[in-house]
């Protein structure tokens, strides 16, 4: 089945940083989405990003579906920032696979 | 408009046990998908149902069935429960389609003793 690889891990940046995390998937793409896991669990929806740029407020995320990855832009972080990072794709079949995360700590 | 929606919130077991976990979709959605979350990893597939028929079931043990119904509603149920069962499960809906944006519930936090 499809691969998801998040890099990097673990980021722990300062408030008012900015910082890149990256999705790469090892096949075609019918449907990318970047969530973000608050601390009770809860995953809010962020992005539908198959292909192409959109931007939201201080977040902002590109996907280059050709070259099989997707990139999550925070700028001007804040503590409420804080928490996991997913990306997630559908493929040919009908199971959304997810990614490790990236857990983001913003110190203040 | 309400979201998705999941019951109970919590909810602790013994091993043995089964358990039913449930599932509104948003109004208008037709999908519902299955997700179990363990501690620090990735949500992991377990079902989707469309329109009341299975449509994809991700790599869990016969234990784990699931439904759902003419209202869309939808109900996870595994029976035997072990101990690495204890995970966080993930309700998410859509209007259907692969292309289609998954919207995920608050989950059911189920600890198995």
């Known amino acids: 089945g499809i691969q998801v690889e998040q890099s990097p891990p673990d980021l722990i940046l300062q408030e008012g940083a900015n910082s890149t995390l990256r999705c790469n998937f090892s096949?075609?793409?019918?449907?990318l989405q970047w969530f973000h896991q608050n601390p009770w669990g809860q995953l809010i929806n962020l992005f539908y990003i198959p292909s192409g740029t959109k931007q939201n407020g201080r977040l902002s995320a590109t996907t280059v579906a050709t070259e099989r990855y997707s990139l999550l832009y925070i700028s001007s972080s804040q503590t409420t920032d804080s928490g996991v990072y997913f990306c997630a794709v559908v493929a040919n079949n009908n199971d959304m696979r997810f990614g490790a995360g990236t857990r983001l700590t913003v110190k203040p | 408009d309400a979201g998705v929606t999941q019951s109970p919130t919590h909810l602790i077991k013994t091993r043995g046990q089964h358990v039913t976990l449930r599932c509104s979709p948003i109004s208008g959605h037709k999908s519902v998908s299955w997700y179990q979350q363990v501690l620090g990893q990735g949500p992991q597939f377990i079902f989707q149902y469309y329109e009341k028929e299975e449509r994809g079931r991700g790599n869990f043990p016969d234990r784990f069935s699931a439904r759902q119904f003419p209202n869309y509603s939808s109900e996870l149920n595994v029976n035997a429960l072990l101990l690495g069962d204890s995970a966080l499960y993930l309700c998410?809906?859509?209007?259907?389609?692969?292309?289609?944006?998954?919207?995920f519930g608050p989950g059911t936090r189920l600890t198995v003793l």
């Open positions: 096949d075609s793409v019918n449907n």
């Open positions: 998410a809906s859509g209007a259907g389609g692969r292309r289609d944006t998954q919207y």
